[in-house]
């Protein structure tokens, strides 16, 4: 196992918290302010890592670190001192936590990973989100088109939304419209990586392996859920020019260019993530190695 010199681990430990602080600082003055987001929240409410963690660099699993950061990550749960005296992640209570789910996990991206991506739905989720509901979602965030003219484009459009955590939040009145019933069951069936939603959630299981996974595979994926947020929500049937994301009028055709060739970008993106993430996967379940034979005498 690869261990770190101090000086190499403190580094990575602090460009993980630099790169990371730019999201993370002002979410936490926000919130001590009491004052909503209506993009950047959701990277910390719907994504239920705290800040604190999301800010801890992990060596990840077959590195391990001495010094100073070893004796802090002996504090930190399913870190253990190995046979050298270095430490690193207990691989075996990992495995005894947390291996079902993480062997759900490496089936789920496999099978997302072996599908060719969609690119036409166009962010129709959120519009359906708001369909014929008399309110929205983000309070103080208006409607771009009014509620007549978000009902209209819902109605000019087919819905095919293929993630269950975004067609979980469809009005009543938009489920019948969508071409398919996504459900936690055929979750593993219907995920597919041009859904954005899909790219985002790479965030979620990376956070959710850690500390198996490494710091700086834990940023990548959470960067890349901050840009697919914006995305997100700039093709979203809500006015949030005044919170400097300019609308992809996804009702325009224009719109729905620019909006698919970013997604196939993110797609591209998320496909390097999901390889990483799948062996983090086979690196905490594969057996241990077999003991060498004893030497006959």
Same mark, same amino acid.
């Given at each position: ?5 101090? %000086? ?7 460009? #993980? ?10 979410? &936490? &003055?926000? =919130?001590?302010? #009491? ?17 604190? $963690?999301?800010?801890?660099? +992990? ?7 001495? @010094? ?43 099978? /997302? ?24 979602? #983000?309070?103080?965030?208006?409607? $771009? ?10 109605? @000019? ?5 293929? +993630?269950?955590?975004?067609? $979980? ?16 069951? /055929? ?25 198996? !996974?490494? @710091?700086?595979?834990?940023? %990548? ?7 697919? $947020?914006?995305? %997100? ?8 020019? %005044? #919170?400097?994301?300019?609308? !992809? ?19 591209? =993106?998320?496909?390097?993530? =999901?390889? =990483? ?21």
């Amino acid at each position: 196992m690869p261990v770190l010199p101090p %000086d190499v681990a403190a580094a990575r430990d602090a460009a #993980h918290r630099q790169r990371l602080a730019p999201w993370v600082e002002p979410h &936490q &003055q926000r =919130r001590s302010r #009491h004052e909503a987001h209506p993009v950047w929240d959701f990277l910390f409410t719907y994504y239920s890592e705290p800040p604190a $963690r999301l800010l801890r660099w +992990h060596a990840g699993v077959g590195t391990s670190v001495t @010094g100073e950061l070893a004796q802090e990550r002996l504090g930190w749960p399913l870190y253990a001192r190995l046979e050298d005296g270095s430490v690193g992640l207990d691989v075996e209570a990992f495995r005894a936590k947390r291996g079902a789910a993480t062997g759900w996990t490496a089936g789920l991206l496999a099978r /997302t990973a072996g599908r060719a991506g969609q690119f036409g739905c166009f962010g129709l989720h959120e519009w359906a989100m708001v369909y014929r509901a008399g309110e929205v979602r #983000h309070g103080g965030v208006p409607l $771009r088109l009014g509620a007549a003219g978000t009902d209209a484009v819902v109605e @000019g459009h087919r819905l095919q939304c293929t +993630h269950v955590d975004a067609f $979980r939040f469809f009005t009543a009145d938009a489920v019948p419209r969508n071409a398919l019933t996504p459900t936690r069951e /055929t979750q593993a069936e219907l995920e597919q990586p041009g859904c954005l939603h899909a790219t985002m959630d790479l965030y979620k299981w990376a956070y959710k392996l850690s500390p198996a !996974v490494p @710091g700086e595979l834990l940023a %990548d994926c959470f960067v890349l859920a901050a840009d697919v $947020r914006a995305l %997100d929500m700039r093709a979203s049937p809500y006015d949030l020019a %005044d #919170h400097g994301f300019p609308p !992809v009028p996804i009702e325009t055709a224009a719109g729905k260019a620019e909006y698919a060739e970013a997604q196939r970008g993110f797609a591209a =993106r998320g496909t390097a993530l =999901r390889e =990483r993430l799948l062996a983090v996967c086979d690196a905490v379940l594969a057996p241990a190695p077999a003991p060498a034979p004893a030497a006959l005498g």
